[in-house]
């Protein structure tokens, strides 16, 4: 029987589906409907003769041979994308200035960057991780071009979609039940900080601040320490903490709205342009 070749196509789909971490999310990338991405994989799986992705009800992941192949998957992409660039000068060229907490970012980005970059390989892109507070002013002030935002009470920009918020801490230390209640909490100029303690103050919850930041990675680590309690975005949970709610004496959550800003200097730029649109089309959902 002929080798048969390994299809652009088929690989895209793949790398999509890693990157994405579900089929639905693969499909948003390519631009293609769930069961196209879904029949291209299993293409790739039959010329391969293994399958390359474990499938569950939440998630995909990569089986040995997937792993095998995601390197290479990635390399003839990128080989791709250059020849195109050589050859036809597709995508569009410019500067881009990306503005993200650093929660989103991990969770919702890594995806988004990638298409753009196989799209659109002559792009420069500055990514600032800041807290939503200091990113608003940088945007309005066209330090910033696009920046993925929490919505405070003023609505500036696209809603994309909405973040549960949790209590978390780490259950062997029990710290929840101290009082007052130690609080590790986001900057002074947050929104969902001024939303956890007016919760906390509306069912006269005493609490003690022990610890501030923006960095997300700084309250995990302070939560996992057992110093105190957390409130992280959903997108931001471990399974390393535990999640605590009103059976623990504790007031139950908002959800937050995420939306994308835009500079008003930044219209005219047809490479933000692009990436505008490619994070809508990526991460926008059904509200």
Known sequence: MAMQDLQIDWLKAFVAAVDAGTLSGAARQVHRSQSAVSMQIKKLENVIGKPVLERNARSLTLTPTGKDLIGYARKMLEIQSQALELTRGEGVRGRIHLGVPDDYANAYLAPVLRAFAIRHPSAEITLTCEHTGALIPKVEAGEIDIALVTRDKVTRGELLFLEEVYWVAAEEYKV?????????????????????LARLESQNTPYRIVYQSPSTSG???VALSGIAVAVLTKCSLTSKLKVLGSQNGL????TMEVELVRSKKSKSSTAVDAMYEEIIYALKREL
């Open 176 to 196: 929840w039940e101290k009082d007052p209640l130690p609080l590790a909490t986001h900057e002074e100029s947050s929104h969902i900080r001024e939303t956890v």
């Open 219 to 221: 309250q995990v680590a």
């Open 251 to 254: 007031p139950q959550l908002p």
